[in-house]
């Protein structure tokens, strides 16, 4: 059984293992191909024996590189952040790399604290999902050597590649299933903008295509300060004579709105409601509710992959975007006369 203790050194592992402390810190870092299978086996059963674990804030310091990446993250309630942090955790553990996350809350202010935490952590990596524009600090961080990358949400004159969901292909095929299903009036719920380059890109998009295809398009945003369910009322009214579906921004919005609903009265189905994000308890309301889920671990993983080409010095000349598609999901919440293999 291990022996435990936090004092235990590389010196102690090595004389255990019978070779030097150069080769068991070759063991513990990039360097390990270059030992013997043997003497590997030899450094693990000593280092598992003393319970040793290498102290990686140390290593980095010493410029062997911490094997940590940093993420940061506008807002980790958000289902989306969720997804998107077990997909980019899995990825890194796959590459050898630990993962730390930071929350901002969406608080611009704690976000450029956070950023000086994780440099100051020596993390090899940055992956941001921005909460302000802190453009001025992740420059200086790219030009320390650290490579970064912006998930989901894009920063005004960063050159940085960007990694997240199409969101013009998002909103095409909401309204196109949609008006498959017989919605002529389409409420778009989304909260502020600000800040958030994809609601804008989303917001924007929802705002051409309306126009494009002839539906009547209304937004509604989302504020805490506003009671939303007058105007969620008034559209209902109206979809009795001609149907209209809500179509929410992402998953909070798709709860916020959800619990309008039924606080209101009001039919899922006869007047549509359908999310952007797959939600676990969407297929749990009657009759279910249509979503388009986004690929987060598709996305976390071309983050990653994104990240370790800068660090090899693979990556390309120009930063680049990298949009994944959505895939939808129906259930009963868009078929207005509640078609019986949805419920």
């Known amino acids: 059984m291990p022996v435990t203790s936090s004092r235990t050194t590389l010196i102690e592992v090595a004389k255990l293992a019978g ?7 070759r063991f513990f870092g990039p360097e390990r191909e270059r030992l013997t299978p043997k003497l590997q086996m030899r450094i693990a059963e000593a280092a598992n024996t003393l319970g040793y674990q290498p102290n990686l804030m140390a290593r980095g310091l010493k410029g062997g590189g911490s094997r940590l990446l940093g993420m940061l993250v506008a807002d ?22 630990s993962l730390i996350v930071c929350n901002t809350d969406n608080d611009p202010k704690q976000e450029q604290q956070h950023l000086r935490l994780l440099s100051a952590y020596q993390v090899e990596g940055l992956i941001i999902n921005a909460s302000g524009q802190p453009e001025a600090q992740l ?5 320390s050597g650290v490579p970064l990358l ?32 017989g919605y002529r ?43 939303h369910t007058q105007t969620l009322n008034a559209f209902a009214r109206r979809s009795a004579s001609a149907p209209g579906a809500v179509l929410c921004a992402n998953g909070s919005v798709t709860l916020a709105m959800t619990r309008s609903f039924q606080k209101l009265g009001i039919a899922i189905g006869p007047t549509g409601l359908m999310g952007i994000d797959e939600l676990a308890w969407c297929e749990l309301i009657t009759p ?22 800068q660090l090899n010095g693979l990556a390309q000349t120009s930063p680049t975007r990298h949009r994944h598609a ?15 293999k949805y419920v």
């Open 326 to 340: 959505p895939r939808l999901q129906v259930r009963g919440s868009t078929t207005p006369k509640h078609d019986p």
């Open 185 to 227: 009036s389409i409420l778009y719920a989304s909260e502020s903008p600000d800040y958030a380059s994809a609601r804008q890109e989303r917001l924007q998009r929802f705002t051409q295509q309306t126009a494009t295809l002839g539906i009547n398009g209304q937004t509604l945003i989302l504020n805490n300060a506003v009671d």
């Open 139 to 143: 420059q200086a961080i790219m030009r």
């Open 150 to 181: 912006l998930l989901d949400r894009d920063i005004h004159q960063l050159d940085a590649a960007v990694i997240g969901l199409d969101n013009a292909l998002a909103i095409d095929m909401a309204l196109e299933h949609l008006v498959e299903q």
């Open 19 to 25: 070779t030097s402390k150069t080769s068991v810190s």
């Open 288 to 309: 279910g509710i249509t979503t388009l889920a986004q690929p987060t671990d598709d996305i976390g993983q071309a983050a990653v992959s994104c990240l370790l080409n």
């Open 76 to 97: 980790i309630r958000n289902p989306f952040s969720v997804a998107v942090v077990h997909g980019v955790e899995q990825a890194a553990r796959a590459s050898g790399y």
